[in-house]
C-alpha cells in the first residue's frame, strides 16, 4: 500500500517560504539587490536549494509572479464604467505609491526588463490582471453603456498605460487627479461607436 502524500508537503512549504522571502527581499533592495544568499537565509534554507529549483534571481521573481498572478485582486463595482475605470486607475497609483507594495511591483517590472523569463512571467502576470479587469467593461455591455463589440481588455489597458507610461518611460509621479482623467479617456473611447 502506498503512503498518502499530504497536500503540499514539504516542497509547497519551501516554496512558499522562499516567494515570501523573495518578495521582502524586493520591497526592501528592489531587483538590483536581490540576491539568492539574501532570499535563502531569510527563508531559512540553503542556498544549493534555491540555486537547484529557481538558479538565480530571475528565477526566483518569474515564480513570484506566477504565485502573484494567482492571488485575487479587488476589481472595482462602482455601478458605472466611469466610475469603475477610476477606481481601477486609483488602486493602480495608489499601489505603485505605496511604499512596499510599489518597490516590490516596480522590481517586477524592472526584472521584466532585464530578463526574458521574468519577461514572459511578467506578461503573464499583467495579462491576468487586464484580463480580471475586463469585468468592468462587461458589466458595462450588460447595463447597456456601450456597445458589445467592444474590445473590454483593450480599454483597461487604454485606461492604465498613462500610469505606466509616466512611472516607468518618464519617471513622473502619478497624481490622483491624471489617475481619473486616465480613466475618463478610456471611458469616452469605450463609448465611441465601433467603426466597420
Do not use: C, N
Amino acid at each position: 500500500m502506498e503512503p498518502q502524500r499530504r497536500p503540499g508537503g514539504r516542497s509547497a512549504r519551501v516554496r512558499e517560504a522562499v516567494l515570501d522571502a523573495t518578495t521582502a527581499e524586493l520591497a526592501t533592495h528592489g531587483y538590483q539587490g536581490l540576491t539568492v544568499d539574501a532570499v535563502a537565509q531569510r527563508a531559512g534554507v540553503h542556498k544549493t536549494t534555491v540555486y537547484r529549483r529557481w538558479r538565480g534571481p530571475e528565477g526566483l521573481v518569474a515564480d513570484a509572479l506566477e504565485r502573484a498572478a494567482q492571488q485575487p485582486w479587488p476589481i472595482p463595482d462602482t455601478g458605472t464604467l466611469t466610475g469603475d475605470l477610476r477606481a481601477l486607475t486609483e488602486l493602480v497609483r495608489a499601489g505603485f505609491a505605496d511604499p512596499e507594495s510599489g518597490t516590490v511591483a516596480t522590481a517586477f517590472i524592472a526584472a521584466g526588463m532585464q530578463h526574458p523569463d521574468a519577461a514572459a512571467a511578467l506578461r503573464t502576470f499583467y495579462a491576468a490582471r487586464h484580463r480580471d479587469a475586463a469585468a468592468i467593461v462587461e458589466r458595462a455591455v450588460v447595463r447597456g453603456e456601450v456597445e458589445p463589440e467592444v474590445d473590454a481588455v483593450e480599454i483597461v489597458q487604454l485606461a492604465v498605460a498613462p500610469l505606466f507610461h509616466r512611472l516607468f518611460i518618464t519617471h513622473e509621479p502619478v497624481t490622483t487627479d491624471q489617475a481619473r482623467r486616465a480613466a475618463d479617456v478610456a471611458a469616452a473611447l469605450a463609448r465611441m461607436p465601433i467603426a466597420t
